[in-house]
C-alpha cells in the first residue's frame, strides 16, 4: 500500500470535523438546504483566518496600515471588516442573535470586496434555521484554523469533500452541481488546459475549473494563463461556484447572474479554448421549440424531447478554431435515432469533429445510475479522418459499496492510475503512434464509423479483450474438460442414490 504523506491525517480529521457539525445543522433542512449554511460558514471562517494572518503581520510592523483594503488586496486576501471578523461571531454563538449576526457579517464583507456582491448566503436569521444548532456549528468551527501556505489547499480539499458529501445526501437531486473529481480529472487530463479561455456552460459548483488549476499546478503552469468563463441556472448553485473559486483565488466570469444558457447566453461572443460540462442528462423540457432557428444549430435543429445534442452544438458554437471539448452524456448520445439526434451525430461525425470516445464505468455518479460516456471534440484533429475509441467500463475500484472512482495514482498502489492510462492513450493516438488493444481502444476511420451506421459506442471498435492462452491444444482441452465433466455426472449420480437410500431407510421416499 502506497505510504501516505505526513499532511493526509490532519485533512482528514479536518474534513470529518467539518463534516460533523454540518450534521449539527440536520434539523428540520433538507440536505440542499444546509449545505448552503455550512458551505458560507467555512467560507467566512477561512477568509477570516487568512486576514487575521496578514493583519497580526501589518500590527507587528507598526505602520498603522492594518486597517486599509489595499494592504490585502495584492496578496489575495479578503479584507474583512470590523462587524464581520470572527471574534465577535464566536461571542455571540450562544445567543439569539447569532443568525443575524452572522447575516450582517455577510453583508458587509459584500460591500468591502465587490467581487463577492450578491454571492455569499445571507439568510442565516431564518425562523426554520435553528439558532442553538447554529451556534454549535460555529463553536467547533472556532477550533478550526486555517493558516499557512497550506490552508487554501486544505480549505480546497475540505470543500471538495462537502461536495460530495452533500452530494450524496441529497441523492437524485445532488446532481445539478457535483460532478465526481474522478470524473472531470479525466476530462481535465485528456483536453490539457495549460492556457487560454475556458468555458463551462452548465458549471454547477465550478468542478472543472477547480481541477484545471489543479492540472496547471502539477505541470507546472501558470495560473493566470488561464481565464474562466462560466454560466449556471440554479442561483444557488452559482453562487456556490463563485465561492468555490474565490477560495482557491481563481478569478471567474459567471455572467451578471444566474440564467439559462439555451435561453440567456450570458457570453454570447465567447469563442473559448478548452470547453467542459457535465450538462443535466436527456433533459426533454428545454424550450427547444422558442430556438428552431438558432444559428448554434450547425448541425441540425435538435429534438425538442431531448437537449443532448443541443448541448454540443451550444459548446461547438464557442469554441475556438484550435479548441477541444470534453463533455459528459448519457450512453444513448452514442446511437440514439430518436428525432434528428442520429441525422446531428452523423454531421458533426462527417464534419470530423470526434476526436475520441470514452465508455465510462457505472455508479460513478450519486444521483444517476444510467450508463454515461465522455465525447472530445476538437475542430483542428492531430489525427483527421480518426476517431479513438476508449471501452473503460471495467476501469476503476469500489470506493464504497455503491460508488466507484477511477484511480488517479493517490490510492493504494494496487488500485494503478486509470486517469493516467486514459491521458496516455489519448497522447499515443495523437503522436499517431497509438496500437489498438482488443477490449480497451481502438482507432476508426470516418469510413469504418459510417459502415456503423454513424454509431458511435466503443464497444462495436474494440471488440472483445483477447483471454490469455494456456498452450493447451484446443482438441485436448475440449476432451479433458468433458472427461472431468462426464466424472462430475457420474459423482451427481452416485450422491443421488445415496440420499434415496438414506430416506429410504427412515420411510421416506422420493417420487
Known amino acids: 500500500m502506497a505510504k501516505k504523506s505526513k499532511n493526509a491525517t490532519p485533512t482528514a480529521t479536518i474534513e470529518q470535523m467539518l463534516w460533523s457539525s454540518a ?220 465561492m468555490n473559486l474565490a477560495i482557491r483565488g481563481i478569478e471567474a466570469n459567471f455572467g451578471s447572474s444566474y440564467a439559462d444558457s439555451f435561453h440567456d447566453d450570458k457570453h454570447p461572443f465567447l469563442k473559448a479554448d478548452f470547453v467542459m460540462a457535465n450538462p443535466p442528462f436527456n433533459i426533454s423540457k428545454w424550450g427547444g421549440d422558442q430556438l428552431k432557428d438558432d444559428p448554434r444549430w450547425q448541425y441540425g435543429i435538435p429534438p425538442e424531447g431531448n437537449a443532448n445534442f443541443a448541448w454540443m452544438q451550444h459548446m461547438l458554437y464557442h469554441l475556438a478554431p484550435t479548441g477541444r471539448i470534453g463533455l459528459v452524456l448519457a450512453n444513448g448520445s452514442l446511437s440514439s435515432q430518436q428525432g434528428t439526434e442520429g441525422e446531428i451525430r452523423k454531421n458533426i461525425i462527417e464534419a470530423d469533429l470526434v476526436e475520441g470516445i470514452i465508455a465510462m464505468p457505472s455508479q460513478l455518479f450519486y444521483n444517476v445510475q444510467i450508463p454515461c460516456c465522455l465525447w472530445f471534440l476538437t475542430k483542428k484533429k492531430s489525427q483527421p479522418g480518426k476517431t479513438l475509441f476508449i471501452d473503460a467500463r471495467n476501469m476503476g475500484y469500489m470506493k464504497d459499496r455503491t460508488h466507484r472512482e477511477l484511480s488517479c495514482g493517490e490510492e493504494p498502489e494496487d488500485h494503478g492510475n486509470d486517469i493516467a492510462r486514459i491521458a496516455e492513450t489519448f497522447e499515443r493516438f495523437r503522436s499517431g503512434v497509438l496500437e489498438d488493444e482488443k477490449g480497451y481502444c481502438a482507432v476508426a476511420t470516418t469510413e469504418d464509423i459510417a459502415a456503423q451506421d454513424y454509431i458511435l459506442t466503443p464497444g462495436r471498435y474494440v471488440g472483445i479483450a483477447e483471454v490469455e492462452e494456456d498452450g493447451e491444444p484446443f482438441q485436448e482441452k475440449m476432451t479433458r474438460l468433458t472427461a472431468e465433466l462426464s466424472s462430475l455426472f457420474a459423482q451427481s449420480h452416485e450422491l443421488e442414490e445415496e440420499i434415496r437410500r438414506q430416506l429410504a431407510s427412515i420411510g421416506f421416499k422420493l417420487e
Open 23 to 242: 450534521n449539527e445543522l440536520r434539523g428540520n433542512l433538507d440536505a440542499a438546504e444546509y449545505k448552503s449554511v455550512v458551505l458560507g460558514l467555512v467560507f467566512l471562517k477561512y477568509i477570516n483566518d487568512c486576514f487575521k494572518t496578514k493583519y497580526d503581520a501589518l500590527v507587528e510592523e507598526g505602520d498603522g496600515f492594518e486597517e486599509d483594503p489595499d494592504e490585502y488586496i495584492g496578496d489575495n486576501i479578503f479584507f474583512v471588516p470590523p462587524k464581520a471578523r470572527w471574534a465577535d461571531i464566536a461571542d455571540a454563538a450562544l445567543t439569539a442573535d447569532i443568525g443575524a449576526k452572522i447575516d450582517a457579517a455577510m453583508e458587509a464583507i459584500e460591500e468591502d470586496n465587490k467581487q463577492l456582491e450578491g454571492i455569499l448566503p445571507k439568510n442565516y436569521a431564518r425562523p426554520e434555521l435553528d439558532k442553538r444548532r447554529l451556534g454549535n456549528v460555529v463553536v467547533i468551527f472556532n477550533n478550526l484554523q486555517f493558516k499557512g501556505e497550506e490552508a487554501r489547499d486544505v480549505l480546497g480539499r475540505v470543500y471538495e469533500y462537502f461536495l460530495g458529501e452533500f452530494a450524496r445526501e441529497e441523492g437524485k437531486k445532488g446532481g445539478e452541481f457535483y460532478t465526481p473529481s474522478c470524473v472531470v480529472r479525466t476530462i481535465v487530463e485528456v483536453i490539457q488546459p495549460y492556457k487560454g479561455k475556458i468555458y463551462d456552460p452548465a458549471c454547477g459548483s465550478g468542478g472543472m475549473f477547480v481541477q484545471s488549476s489543479k492540472f496547471i499546478e502539477r505541470h507546472q503552469g501558470n495560473i493566470q494563463n488561464i481565464s474562466v468563463y462560466g454560466q449556471e441556472l440554479n442561483s444557488n448553485t452559482w453562487r456556490l461556484a463563485q
